[in-house]
């Protein structure tokens, strides 16, 4: 896609749960090929953030857009939104017992890429290397989804997904939390595998700079009490790890 | 679309059509003395079956309810509404092109004559009061191995079913056995000579087609020392909104070192009451198992139960329960260890969906003579939405201070996250759930022939099924 649509395109966006706002007017474009950090602490509308260009059916949109690829997000189900191209890593992925690993894979990439997708060689074979990029041992496709996983088998198998569904866009929600450096390396392989000189884009959120010294974002932006107060390079990150968030809420609070 | 929406849409029961009702016999509604003997008399059954059933019929009607189970449920059945046999066709065939029409396309329907061709070593085919048709792999024959429907089994080899009918399920167990032991008609008679491993499934399909009729099939099954045998079995009935009933016995030997294998994926429509007595004994060494998945029907009152009076043997009693709308599934496992080293294991799986109940009934038990026993019971619950209901009634009663029981319960909702989670993966409300729901059952679906699995998990997506637009 070589148009100047954003893959991402969030304008204006309020949102909130049960009458209490969350989302207090966040404007947001990511371009194809780009990977973007939001940073910020707890309670800023990170997750919130995500959920939403997601779909979750607990959170309410008062005003603005969320488009992919210039098509409206906002009218459609998680599932249609997955089928147009969104990924959410989750930062608590959910437990399905009884449902395989393998078995969960091959329906998923079934329901968003297609039958033929899921099928023969070509799906075994894209299995095989995702899962040896990912250190993940083949018993894995075995096992239960999320069922008894570690903190860290459960990230893995979030960017295992995300390797074989092949989104226009990837949300990583603390993607890094709970993994060790190991671990965030060969997450950080995946995720620039799946976005880097490709037409898809990608959103993490995260509290720390680690993860982005291994993905080097384009851009982070500071969410603060549901607004983007900063946006800047990757050296962002830098000075947000070195000075906290006091001197951007000041800043935020004195602009509000 | 909020989650509750899809939990509340009533499944689509898919094997609820009827045939036109073409009785070559069909006996008045009623039960009495007089029609426990015309229904004898019409098999020309010898005198000591004719004397059972009868003594089967007064207990019968002496007995009182069971005060278990759902007893409101149980005191809505009209037992003078009730047929208690028909018959549709005058002959048992060989071959399917000889089952008149209207019933061989139901069970075409039923997908019965290909499975056969495809997985089977015998089937016989039961709608209404008698098989319609029959048949056994020539090979098992030659092997010695008796596959009949259980009327040709007590005129072929009376000796062999004089010996054990009744010998596991006694008429006087219970209100239901005893109606069932007066009035049966049907059923599977199945004897495996020593040795012989019987590699394919036979299987038994169970079709009921005329409204408020009562079926009452009559199983056994004596698998000789060191025999195997696989037997599944399946149920339909058309939806009407007069209720039917169904009440089967089974019993099972397992000499010493046989394995009985029986599974069932009951189906019938919500207007039918399957009441059914099914037990087992295993001698030295011997293994039972059932695998019991009770999917339809109004309520179910169904405790697969083994008597393991033999050293070193085995039983297993895997059960799945689905309620929907109207339904119970009281259901459950009973197991004795009346000998040393005996093992069982018991796991129970019960999911209940708008207003439906399920509840687990178990009984283990372990005789002060029994050395070194091992129990293991598990039972889980999932519960769709909040008007649902589920229940445990576990007992164990342990007489040998020896035995190693292991027993965990769980209750489990289906929460939003875990929908979100699934269908952030692009797959629908409806086949989210139908994932989790197929996931609950799937230690119970891995045991079932591959078949029967895909046709299990294709009923609970059926049920899943919705009203999203």
Known sequence: MASDTPVLGIRDL??????????????????????????????????????????????????????????????MEPWERARAGVFLSFQYPQAVPGLQVGNFLRKSVAAIRGEDAAKGTEFRKRLKEAMEELDIDRSFLGRYVNDGFSGGEKKRFEILQLMLLRPKLAILDETDSGLDIDGIRTVSKGINAAVRGTDSGALIITHYSRILEHVQPDKVHVLIKGRIVKSGGPELALELEERGYDWLEEEAETTA | MAAKEARDAVGEYKAGWHDPENATIRFDFGLSEQVVRDISALKNEPEWMTDIRVKAFHHFESRPMPTWGNMSMLEDIDFDKVCYYLRSSDATEKDWEDVPEDIRNTFDKLGIPEAEQKWLSGVTAQYESEAVYHSIREDLEQQGVIFLDMDSGLREYPEIVKEWFCSVVPYQDNKFSALNTAVWSGGSFIYVPKGVHVEMPVQAYFRINAKNMGQFERTLIIADEGSSIHYVEGCTAPTYSTDSLHSAVVELIALPGAHIRYSTVQNWSANVYNLVTKRGIAHENAKIEWVDGNIGSKLTMKYPAVILKGEGSHAEVISVAYSGKGQHQDAGAKIHHLASNTTSKILSKSISKDGGRGSYRGLVSVSPKAENCKLNVVCDALILDDGSRSDTYPTMEVANPSARCEHEASVSKVSDEQLFYLMSRGHSEEEALALIVNGFFEPFTRELPMEYAVELNKLMALEMEGSIG
């Open chain 1, 14 to 75: 309020h949102a909130g749960i049960d009458d209490t706002p969350i989302l207090r007017g966040i404007d947001l474009e990511i371009p194809a090929g780009e990977i973007h950090a939001i940073m910020g602490r707890n309670g800023s509308g990170k997750t919130t953030t995500a959920n939403i260009i997601m779909g979750h059916p607990d959170f309410e949109v008062s005003e603005g857009s969320v488009e992919l690829n210039g098509e409206d997000l906002l009218d």
